[in-house]
């Protein structure tokens, strides 16, 4: 039949019958891990989709794909009658004829040229070969269907025919009439198709253009007549009803597949009543149907299946068989490329709620517009001011719910992998089993569409390279099933994918012998790395770690791809391994690409957007503290960061395209501004001129000349309407060549920070009442600083307040205790919050200065006075240590009394004590305020000897030791190691409250049995640990 | 005056340092007055920088630069005449927009030498006019040349 050339049907047919077969894939797949178990359900979802297509396909006269789904059908009916087990061999076959029958419908239109034998031939011996004997013969008869005045419609195969008489259906050829019956009331054929399909069974379907006659004769009732063969378990007198088309036209098939008129039958039974069933059999018109062997009229493979007819169904021996084709069919399917319409799916389906959000959303702006029209006439300042907020408000929820509508399930994506990882692991011999979680997880459709690529390529190295063997697994005791783990969830504003497998990790020397070789790095290089560092080489452009080049990866694509390609979707990559437990690799990925946060920077005049997905934090260093935190290492500019050693570039440097010369930062007078990013596999610091604002940018591509320019990743418009350009951060650490700091100098910095002085230091929050004196407030005390009016602040009766958040704030000042000089009114004074007696309490102070680190050398004597534990030399100024405990309960004595009736109320049960050693007064001071606040007794020793007498006097008493680690006389470590030695002590939780950060230190407290190593201000932290260890006790 | 539509065209005349140049009023798809543009560090010079037009990021190149004169600092006769390169919208600075001329595509000469010392390549020909000499503008041997040069 010629195929019917109209594109609406078409169209229509193709984009349905992709949406059946889309999930069809992974049903194949359940259906082989169920086995003989099997799911009648799924084989009978996956039989229909395959059967919808073959009913349009048969219409359409899209003869190639009516005959693969025909063939897939004959095999699926099998499977759901429970003649046959469905094995990966079946599976297999069914999944090659799926993936044709795919490529069938993408090319539909040069469909019928296409060259689909070897499949054909593999499916119909695996049907052959699961028939009982006597019936094998059906797949190849054909039988003539006549009407009963013996004109020949189609042929069907017998096969199909018994199958689809099978469980009381009946069958029946129904005449549509193109005309009359299905233009004129407005349907297609393929409704009439799909109304059957969901009654019935559809064998075959034909408009018969040779039956009309030429348009001179009976001009009035021209017919075109559209048959279908169907079987359904609706009796004679329903079928009209349910296929809407008069008795007349419908003939019905007794079980010997003799043909009857349904009027006739329906008039008979009128007349018989009950007897009807009995006679319907016997008025036999003569034998309508001949059976006729067609071995001549197939393709040519057929007599080929025959003479393999009792050989096993493997698929190995059938793709020998059919005519090797390969080479004519990549000739068709070149030649189509060029002139044939290929379907590529360009529809997306939408929620209905997200677009009436939409609708609504419309409406809601319309509204505000013509509010905006109507207050520029009037002038009007304040309703301005509205429209303005109203259009920003609409403005967001806009982009939100059209973000929305593009937003897809991640399991599209994900479930593609199970056929991949299935394939791959069946010719590797290995056996993985792939578990898919978070497939819900949303992203935006252009991210989800782009990251199929890298993921492939991933999950394709972890079955080829990372998981072992069975054999290999037996032999290192694994369990002989892989698990290949792939999942998605969200955190914080992103979604982060992971590859885990339990394979054979990457060995890290092996990447070091490759990375020798190929002359990538020195060997004093490597030296110096760490083995996750060396396990990150290869995402380095050009490193393949791939022995030989197989077909599965090592194609000259590596990691390094994968990393470019994340990269320009804003996402990282970081990888774990360890040998012979397994790898796992995480990207983390933006929602969306359209819009993304950025931080704007600046540098002289200009201004940049930098993502902040690259951002790690915000650093600034004083003018007094760059010469000790930012150095010369080797020509690389660093900065001592917490311990650590970072790479530092100057943002102006990098405009000027000058590779490594550094502004001079000891002549600059004003503090430096570091953003510290992350270029994936290291970090780095930025040195800007100022940090501007946070902004969500549109992203917008650079034109042809600039986009080879490895600095920007693109271009936006800023709220002012300039354009402004986007760092990749990526791209500079690659045009300044930055390499991360070797970690050996980090330790060699280490251990002469460890040498030079061993002394505590503290941040400390810098406040001055706008006099020559300078006030500090450890940092750790501070719950919030904030910055306020002076009208904010009122006095009633005596007392400072401040409204805030729904209460009203107490507010003292320095000088309401201490004898320090009046603060000077200030419009916009800050108030520093801190908790005292669970309650907050600010003190206001006209200016913050800074938050500095400083070596806690406290002068505990010399400024002695009330609200101030002492003082310090900051910042070349002598400066006063604010007492804050000290400060609010002289402030406030009817808040102390409080505190202790509650405690005393409270004591009701045993209450805690706690040890606090520590020889700094100021320290001491602090610490004992805040756990004497959080309601615990407290016992204190100045060093680790008197810190022994103490516990040893109070022995029972002592629930808790907090011990600073620098101490004279005895050490906390000492400390811990003598009170560890005493049997009686064993229990005791010991906790280190110190400010000497870093691995090393902490190993050391750790093995003598400290239990935890806190910094020592961090209030909140030390307080939930002291908790918790008296609830639950020492843990391990 | 018109005797046949093909034989006529019209020329936008405009000033590069003391060139006068003509492009087909065509190929020109706006004229910008408002000069706010983005300077782009590390760009080849003759890229003057980006500008915003209606939401999209044009590359403005400085068309003095090109011709080998030294570059100014912007002032208010300077225009960006935004054309089609490549499909993808470009701006040329320009440092005075004069006239629109209408000329017979027959009078257009060929080039016989170098303009004022600028390479006759920019150009696909001259036109006498009453004003003077213009020489109109290949923009694609204009854009062209330099893309060669600087994307590898």
Known sequence: MAMIEDDEIIRVFIEESTEHLDGIESDFLEIEKDGANMNVDLINKVFRAIHSVKGGAGFLGLDKIKELAHEMENLLNLMRNGELVPTPEIISILLSGNDKLNELITHYAESNEMDIAEEVVMLKGATTAALPEEEKDSVEIEEKICLPNGYHVFCAKKLELDQAQKAGRILYLAEFDLLRDIERKNKSPLDIIKEIQQAGQLVESKVDIAAVGTLDEQNNNMRIPFYVLFATVLEQDLVGKLINLDDSHIYYFNKERNIFPLSAANDAAEELAGNLKGSEESPAPGPNIEQEKTEAAPPPPAPEVKEEKNAAPVGKSAPATPPKSTASRAKTGGAAKESHPTFVNETLRVNLKDLDTLMTLAGELVLTRNQLLQTRNQNDAKELENAIQRVDLITSELQEAIMATRMQPIGIVFNKFQRVVRDLSKKLNKKTELVIEGEGVEMDKTI????????????????????????????????????????????????????????????????????????????????????????????????????????????????????????????????????????????????????????????????????????????????????????????????????????????????????????????????????????????????????????????????????????????????D??????????????????????????????????????????????????????????????????????????????????????????????????????????????????????????VVVSHIIDVVDFLTDIDEDTFRQPG????????????????????????????????????????????????????????????????????????????????????????????????????????????????????????????????????????????????????????????????????????? | MKKNDQEWME???????????????????????????????????????????????????????????????????????????????????????????????????????????????????????????????????????????HVR
């Open chain 1, 868 to 1036: 101030i534990v002492g003082s310090s030399i900051i910042m070349d100024r002598i400066t006063l240590l604010i007492d804050l405990y000290g400060l609010a309960a002289a402030a406030m004595p009817e808040r102390l009394v409080e505190l202790e009736e509650e405690v005393q109320r409270g004591s009701g049960h045993k209450k805690n004590t706690i040890l606090i050693v520590e020889d700094s007064k100021f320290f001491l001071n602090q610490i004992k305020g805040f756990t004497e606040d959080a309601g615990y007794n407290v016992v204190t020793a100045l060093d680790g000897v008197e810190g022994l007498e103490r516990l040893e006097a109070m022995e029972k008493e002592i629930d808790l030791i907090l011990t600073d680690i620098e101490m004279p006389n005895l050490d906390g470590i000492g400390f811990t190691r003598e009170v560890r030695a005493k049997r009686e002590f064993q229990d005791m939780p010991i906790l280190a409250l110190t400010s000497v950060a870093g691995e090393e230190a902490e190993k050391a407290a750790l093995e003598v049995g400290i239990d935890e190593y806190l910094i020592k201000l961090d209030r909140e932290k030390v307080l939930s640990n002291i908790e918790n260890y008296l609830q639950n006790g020492r843990q391990n």
């Open chain 1, 448 to 719: 989800i569409e782009a990251i199929g690529d890298p993921l492939t390529h991933l999950i394709r190295n972890s079955v080829d390279h990372g998981i072992e063997d069975v054999e290999t697994r037996a032999a290192k005791g694994k369990s002989p099933t892989a698990i290949l783990r792939l999942s998605a969830l969200h955190e914080a504003g992103q979604v982060v994918i992971k590859v885990e497998d339990d394979g054979a990790g990457i060995d890290p020397e092996r990447i070091k012998a490759k990375a020798l070789e190929n002359g990538f790095i020195s060997a004093a290089e490597l030296e110096e790395m760490s083995d996750n560092e060396i396990i990150k080489l290869i995402f380095r452009p050009g490193f393949s770690m791939a022995r030989e080049v197989t077909d599965i990866s090592g194609r000259g694509v590596g990691m390094d791809v994968v990393f470019s390609n994340l990269s320009k979707l804003g996402g990282t990559i970081d990888i774990q391994s360890k040998v012979d437990v397994g790898t796992t690799i995480s990207i983390k990925l933006p929602l969306t690409l359209a819009i993304i946060p950025s931080l704007i920077v600046r540098v002289d005049e200009d201004r940049f957007a930098l993502p902040q997905v690259n951002l790690v934090e915000l650093v600034r260093v004083s003018a007094g503290q760059a010469a000790n935190r930012i150095e010369k290492i080797d020509n690389a500019v660093v900065m001592r960061l917490r311990g650590a050693l970072l790479p530092l570039i100057d943002l102006r440097q990098v405009l000027r395209g000058e590779g490594s010369g550094f502004t001079n930062l000891e002549e600059n007078n004003e503090a430096t501004n570091i953003v510290v990013v992350n270029a994936g596999s290291f970090n780095y610091g930025i040195i800007v001129d100022d940090l501007l604002d946070s902004e969500e940018i549109v992203v917008k591509p650079l034109g042809l000349h600039l986009h080879h320019l490895e600095t920007y990743a693109g271009a936006t418009i800023l709220g």
């Open chain 1, 721 to 842: 309407g300039r354009a402004a350009l986007i760092l990749d951060i990526v791209g500079i650490s690659k045009a300044m060549k930055l390499k991360p700091v070797k970690q050996k100098q980090e330790e060699e910095e280490k251990q002469l920070e460890n040498l030079l002085g061993q002394k505590d230091s503290q941040s400390m929050l810098l406040l001055s009442n706008g006099h020559d004196e300078q006030f500090a407030i450890p940092l750790g005390l501070v719950s919030r600083i904030e910055k306020i009016r002076k009208e904010e602040l009122t006095e009633t009766s005596g007392r400072r307040a401040l409204k805030y958040r729904g209460g009203t704030l107490i507010v003292l000042a320095i000088e309401d205790v201490a004898p320090v000089k009046p603060r000077v009114e200030t419009n916009t004074p800050y108030v520093v919050v801190f908790k005292y007696g669970g309650k907050e309490v600010g």
């Open chain 2, 11 to 149: 020329l936008t005349i405009f000033q590069v340092a003391d060139v006068n140049c003509a492009m087909d009023i065509l190929n020109i798809k706006e004229i910008i007055k408002h000069l706010e543009i983005t300077r782009v560090h590390n760009a080849p010079p003759y890229i003057r920088g980006v500008a915003s037009l209606r939401g999209e990021i044009i590359t403005v190149v400085d068309v003095r630069e090109k011709f080998g004169f030294e570059p100014v600092p912007l002032n208010e006769d300077m225009r960006i005449i935004v054309t089609s390169y490549k499909g993808e919208n470009t701006g040329l600075l320009v440092d005075r927009v004069l006239d629109v001329h209408m000329v017979d595509t027959d009078a257009m000469e060929p080039l016989a030498s170098n303009i004022n010392g600028v390479n006759r390549d920019f150009f696909s020909g001259i036109y006498k006019m009453e004003s003077g000499l213009s020489a109109v503008l290949n923009t694609e041997a204009l854009l062209q040349g330099e893309l060669n040069e």
